[in-house]
């Protein structure tokens, strides 16, 4: 069974940072492109950050600056350092990748639990 974890939510204070992470596990022969995104009560879920197999980082404007997105391609991990955090920041943070389980490479995308980001004004 294939699963995303995400790790490293909490509350902050206007202008502190926090990591968060997201480990795939399970039987993955491939992951494509890993992203974050977010939603906030009353509001659609969108984007924050993407990043490709090989890379390549495409950020939503709002955290353009702020937030960092990485990964560990040996851990199937990905990173989002988010800094100078604002109280519109505050949302469920969800983790997806683009896995595939078989050596067909049919990528189908996987979703995290979502972890919460609170931040105090």
């Known amino acids: 069974q294939v699963q995303l974890v995400e790790s490293g939510g909490g509350l902050v204070q206007a202008g502190g940072s926090l990591r968060l992470s997201c480990a795939a596990s399970?039987?993955?022969?491939?992951?494509?492109?890993m992203g974050w995104y977010r939603q906030a009560p009353g509001k659609q879920r969108e984007l924050v950050a993407v990043?490709?197999?090989?890379?390549?980082?495409n950020y939503a404007d709002s955290v353009k600056g702020r937030f960092t997105i990485s990964r560990d391609n040996a851990k199937n991990t990905v990173y989002l350092q988010m800094n100078v955090l604002t109280p519109e920041d505050t949302a469920v943070y969800y983790c997806?990748?683009?896995?595939?389980?078989?050596?067909?490479?049919?990528?189908?995308?996987?979703w995290g639990q979502g972890t919460q980001v609170t931040v105090s004004s």
């Open positions: 997806n990748a683009d896995m595939s389980l078989t050596t067909l490479r049919h990528f189908l995308r996987y």
């Open positions: 399970g039987s993955i022969f491939s992951i494509n492109a």
């Open positions: 990043i490709t197999s090989g890379g390549t980082t």
